[in-house]
């Protein structure tokens, strides 16, 4: 997923004119029907090449179980043309199978890029060996707190399924499961044997789950390393003092250098993501102004303009 990217949501059941609760024949056979209506190589409409590419698009993504039952979990509120922007995590649980090595996305929009370039393809998956079950892949959403001491985790995922009429139906379960201590956004956890089924006897397959942070009102993850935009006041950034702080594994004592700015960064060696060369936390200070929300507070502005006269444009205006 590209996070943040707003682009054009596709309708792929407007696209192809059917139903939201199509099975896979009627789908098929409505795509049949319009490509061979919109194939540049027939029809003589202006934009036949275009719509010929938005069939394949929406073929490619509605006959595939795991993808459609992926892209119904976008909700049906979205509307053809209409800004759309991925909610935050919004294939986590979802299990899918293969190696998740990315869909061959080449030719197709940015919207199929963002919600398949980097897992559901077909052709990637195992085909089993011995009959050995197929690997299974999902995403996992974890607290940063978790990395920081490890923890057991109850999570739930759904894999997508066709039922007798062809139609994708959704099959839920629950694990338990021990986050590691040091694990990182992007990283994948080992369940052995928690994959596909084998065949004739055979070993199952072994489930991979890719870590994804939930997001944090305080903290931003780099790798290892830990971002916290921490406010003071100007006196203690002007004066120096020392502050209580927030950090993941607790409050710390952070002493705050006279002289301070806003955006100086202050590092905390090794109090990032723990391991074996655990990472940092950077502080970035950020000078919060008591409001002038009484008379009280404003005449002590006025004073602080007459007695400091500070101007911080004074080079800017030296130079115009």
Request: glycine share 12%.
């Amino acid at each position: 997923m590209i996070d943040g990217l707003v682009m054009e949501f596709k309708d792929y059941y407007k696209i192809l004119g059917v139903n939201r609760d199509a099975n896979e024949k009627e789908i098929k056979r409505s795509y049949q029907k319009l490509a061979r209506k919109y194939h540049p190589d027939v029809s003589q409409q202006a934009d036949a090449e275009e719509r010929f590419k938005e069939l394949g698009e929406a073929y490619n993504v509605l006959k595939d179980p795991e993808k459609r039952a992926a892209y119904d979990q976008l909700g049906p509120n979205w509307q053809q043309g209409q800004e759309f922007r991925p909610p935050p995590g919004w294939d986590t649980g979802f299990e899918f199978r293969g190696a998740g090595a990315g869909a061959d996305s080449r030719g197709f929009s940015d919207f199929f890029e963002t919600l398949f370039g980097r897992g559901f393809d077909a052709s990637q998956r195992a085909t089993g060996l011995r009959g050995r079950g197929e690997d299974h892949h999902a995403k996992v959403l974890i607290d940063l707190a978790d990395t920081y001491a490890g923890a057991m985790r109850t999570i739930s995922l759904q894999a997508p399924e066709l039922d007798e009429h062809g139609r994708v139906r959704m099959r839920s379960r629950s694990l338990n499961v021990r986050i590691p201590k040091g694990v990182k956004p992007g990283q994948q956890v080992r369940l052995t044997g928690q994959g596909g089924p084998g065949l004739g006897g055979g070993p199952s397959g072994d489930l991979y789950l890719e870590v994804v942070f939930r997001p944090h009102p305080f903290y931003r993850i780099e790798g290892r390393d830990v971002h916290l935009r921490l406010p003071v006041t100007p006196w203690e950034a002007a004066l120096g003092a020392t502050v209580k702080a927030p950090t993941p594994a607790g409050p710390v004592e952070l002493s705050i250098p006279a002289g301070s700015s806003g955006g100086t960064r202050l590092r905390l060696r090794g109090r990032g993501i723990p391991d074996k060369q655990p990472g940092d936390l950077y502080v970035e200070l950020q000078i919060a102004l008591p409001p002038a929300d009484s008379d009280q507070a404003r005449e002590i502005y006025q004073n602080m303009e007459h007695e400091l006269g500070f101007n911080p444009r004074s080079e800017m205006e030296a130079k115009a």
